[in-house]
RNA sequence: GCGGGUGUGGUGGAAUUGGUAGACACGCUAGACUUAGGAUCUAGUGCCGCGAGGCGUGGGGGUUCGAGUCCCUCCACCCGCACCA
């Protein structure tokens, strides 16, 4: 919908009730709350459900109307400031807004209803205006007995709550500003003098002007007033959800058939069993039905059935799909139940989720409500479906720029290189009735700064070069400025030959069909961001931000003559953004170019070893160079004059400690989820064996089956090479040997009053005291001591050594 | 406005319980080799300083022998919700 129609079709958009089946998700509502103490997700995933839930708790009731047996119930979340409530709002949209408006008042209702119906959600949301209008009714406060007027407002909403509120201006900003607005009373019912710094919406301070709360705590007085409440009749306390049923009907094609029936007198019956699976009828018109129905209310053949029943004619929504597809996944054939109950009860629910944060509050919320109903019909073993979860962050695009020239460029650098060059012009000069950008009176010489349109013009009349009054006429073109931005003596030149009277205008001819585009490091450092414009550029013919010039000018035919201002070095350099991939921004990176260029071992590695998992980070076409780089030492670890070749020796003592310190930092780094790191591990482990020109089997084998999760593909080869029969991903996993990680000398930083002064060698079974002996005579650290006592001297064993002196 | 999160070199990031900040990689600089190629190899690379040394994890303050990490406070950016009574 765009400008109230279809953005496809252009049709208007009208809004319409319609019958739709709902999901009561609301009775799950505390369950979805209470519960997600019990998985493992993301703090800001369930702060973003528990706020979606928006659990509150209140009371609920009734205020009388003053002349009519109408009673209008409101919600509030705080009961005790009902003394404090001095007037009554009602949305628009409320039922009752109609039979109370008296007829003086009838007019403002009127203009205010018209005036509320216009505004779209978003005016609402973006503008907050104070307005409302008074219905001339009004209501009794059941506490003050006060008649208190009825007004309606925009602010109240008629999908929250009962619709109506009783307003109290003096704890509640909203309530405040309207009355403040529109002149109603505002009584001060709670003094937090007690709580400096505390603002409205806390609830703390101390209960005045009502009565039997008086001197109360506000805790205190909400629990006194909901029992009076309910003593009296008027009300009780209760729970409020922001969280609403969902509508689980769609007038589409595409989306599961509900299995309902609808009996001569339009009551809903189920299919029976026998009829299910309920599918799709195959059909070539997908048209919307009549009066907004679903296009399968088309197909009467399949709508009306033999008995006179008739079928429901709407889809389900994708969340149907999407809210239970794992655990048909535990059972996948099985043609009589989604999952049988051994699958169930064998794969109980799914450990690990990893998705995009996108889906916070639709599809986990649905997956979560779909499992509890299945749950307590006792056809899952579990109460939650997804134990953990961790959200995955969203490969960006970095974007490239390019900066043309506008108009105003070339004046103002016109402007300074004249000044540079110590030539003297008078800006802006009056000659022959107009106005030419420069001038130099004594040698009669203007000069005019032109490009695009205008030069073209300029052109085209063939103004003579001279005037009447013996004026001469120098034509420059805003292209020439930037050409010869950094060789600007060319441009001297001829104002100098200008000067002496020869003037030559020929080689503008074509000037003005060039672009001119200026080099971003040229941009930041004249400054002239406000004179040009940023635009993308296709980031596959920029190369570590030094843009292929002759690339960008075929690249669209606008740019076929693009002129370009470039650094001293020559080179044009882009600006850079990191945003969404998109098309229209030309920062797309197709991963298949990617995969063809280095392999999918290597782009799979380079994925992990951009950043943290949950970390949305850009993809930065150059760091892959990294990871091949990587990949390729590893592969000649295998081999010798290109020949592969292993040697069956038995390794060192440092080749083990490579090999176990690298498996045991990789399965560590897995269990947390650290792709990057175990990346960074590898890396390492190939630059240590590479110097120590390692290529035993004892060492390779099993460093071979540790990579194997990361590059599934090269490993899988080298595997075959080494001469083992199976697959390398059934091999067994290794697992790191401490004994090989032990040392017999640790090297411990010594530090000076917590600054590290010198590293020294110490046996790694040196006890305290002979570590506090050796640390201050280590070389390097005498020096520091001189003139100072030792106050006190700090060991960590196998960490290090902190002396304090004074 | 409310809620959640993040701030570390030129860049992506590492530092797992308070213990050598900057691992690993990109980029950059210099050199080697070379059919000069966006290949490969070697060395260097937080900042300031000739040096000794000083400074340094968004700013300020605190706790501690020791703080990127803990506490207080301020700032910036990102995400979610948004008149929720």
């Known amino acids: 919908v765009k400008d109230g129609v279809s953005e496809r079709g252009g049709y208007p958009v009208v809004q319409k009730a319609m019958p739709q089946w709902n999901l009561r998700i609301t009775a799950y509502a505390d369950r ?84 509320s119906q216009a ?149 809903a019956e189920t299919l029976a069993v026998e009829d299910l699976p309920l599918e799709l009828p195959e059909t070539e018109d997908f048209k919307p039905g009549k009066g907004g129905k679903s296009p399968l209310s088309r197909l009467e053949d399949w709508v009306n059935l033999e008995n006179g029943y008739t079928r429901e004619t709407d889809t389900m929504p994708a969340v149907a799909g999407s809210s239970w597809y794992y655990l048909r996944y535990m059972n996948p054939n099985n043609p009589d139940t989604f999952a049988s109950p051994a699958a169930v009860t064998y794969w109980q629910d799914v450990d690990l989720y990893v998705g995009g944060a996108e889906h916070a509050v639709a599809h986990l919320m649905y997956a979560r409500f779909w499992h509890k109903f299945l749950y307590d019909m006792g056809l899952v073993p579990t109460n939650e479906p997804f134990k953990k979860l961790v959200n995955q962050g969203m490969i960006q695009g970095r974007s490239n720029f390019v900066y043309r020239a506008n108009e105003q460029f070339a004046e103002k650098s016109f402007k300074e290189k004249l000044k540079e060059y110590k030539i003297d012009v008078q800006t802006e000069y009056p000659i022959a009735g107009g106005y030419v950008d420069f001038a130099m009176p004594e040698h009669k010489l203007a000069i005019e700064i ?30 020439e400025v930037g050409n010869y931005y950094f060789n600007f003596d060319i441009i001297i030149k001829r104002i100098n030959r200008a000067i002496e009277g020869t003037i030559d205008n020929s080689h503008l001819e074509e000037d003005y069909t060039h672009p001119l585009f200026i080099s971003y490091d040229v941009v930041q450092e004249k400054n002239l961001a406000e004179l040009t414009t940023a635009l993308h550029v296709d980031v596959n013919i920029v190369n570590n931000d030094v843009l292929d010039m002759e690339a960008f ?9 693009a002129y370009f201002v470039t650094n001293k070095a020559g080179s044009y350099i882009c600006g850079h953004a990191v945003e969404k991939m998109s098309k229209s921004k030309y920062n797309v990176v197709n991963p298949d170019f990617m995969v063809a260029q280095y392999g999918a071992d290597v782009f799979r590695m380079y994925e992990m070893f951009l950043g943290p998992i949950e970390a949305s980070k850009p993809w930065d076409t150059l760091g892959i160079n990294g990871v091949s780089k990587f990949m390729r030492r590893f592969w000649d670890l295998f081999f010798t004059n290109e020949q592969f070749s292993v040697s069956e020796d038995a390794p060192t003592k440092a080749e083990l400690k490579v090999l176990h310190a690298t498996i045991k930092k990789v399965n560590e780094d897995i269990e947390r989820f650290s792709f990057n790191t175990c990346v960074s591990a590898f890396m390492e482990a190939t630059n240590d064996l590479r110097k120590m020109k390692c290529n035993k089997r004892a060492i390779l084998a099993p460093l071979t089956i540790l990579l194997a999760p990361f590059a599934p593909y090269t490993t899988e080869e080298l595997w075959h090479r080494l001469g083992e029969a199976g697959s390398v991903h059934h091999a067994n996993y290794p697992i790191h040997d401490e004994s090989y990680l032990k040392e017999d000398e640790i090297e411990y930083p010594i530090s000076i009053n917590g600054k590290k002064r010198a590293t020294a060698m110490f046996p790694s079974d040196a006890s305290k005291d002979e570590i506090e002996k050796a640390a201050l005579e280590v070389e390097g650290i005498q020096k520091w001591l001189e003139g100072k006592t030792v106050r006190k001297i700090i060991v960590v064993p196998k960490r290090m050594v902190n002396v304090v002196v004074g």
């Not at 052109?459 to 009447?468: C, F, G, I, S, T």
Request: proline residues 4%.
């Open 450 to 479: 032109k490009s695009g349109s205008d030069l073209q013009r300029y052109l085209e009349q063939r103004k003579p070069a001279y005037d009447e009054a013996g004026w001469k006429l120098l034509v420059i073109s805003t292209q």
């Open 553 to 561: 000018q075929n690249w669209r035919p606008d740019y076929k003559n």
């Open 119 to 267: 505004r779209s959600e978003i005016d609402r949301m973006s503008d907050k205006q104070v307005t409302g209008a008074f219905t001339g009714a009004y209501a009794i406060n059941p506490f003050t007995d006060k008649k208190i007027p009825i007004w309606i407002a925009e602010y109240v909403l008629i999908s929250y709550g009962t619709g109506a509120i009783m307003a109290v201006p003096s704890d509640d900003e909203r309530d405040q500003r309207f009355a403040k607005k529109f002149g109603l009373e505002i009584i001060p019912v709670v003094d937090k003098s007690d709580y400096p710094g505390a603002t409205l919406d806390d609830k703390v301070g101390k209960i005045i002007n009502s009565d039997f709360l008086n001197g109360m705590e506000v805790k205190e007085a909400i629990l006194a007033m909901n029992e009076k409440i309910e003593e009296m009749g008027i009300g009780t306390a209760k729970v409020n959800y922001k969280l609403r049923d969902a509508g689980f009907s769609r007038q589409r094609y595409w989306g599961e058939p509900f299995p309902i029936v609808y009996d001569e007198n339009g009551f």
């Open 32 to 115: 979805l709350l209470y519960d997600l103490e019990t998985i493992e997700w993301s703090n800001a995933l369930k702060t973003m459900q528990s706020n979606w839930i928006g659990r509150s708790t209140g009371a609920q009731l009734f205020f009388e109307v003053d002349g009519h047996d109408e009673k209008i119930e409101i919600y509030t979340t705080r009961p005790d400031t009902i003394f404090g409530a001095t007037y009554m709002v009602l949305a628009p949209e409320h039922e009752l807004v109609t039979k109370l408006t008296t007829a003086e008042q009838q007019k403002d209702i009127d203009d205010y209803l018209a005036y």
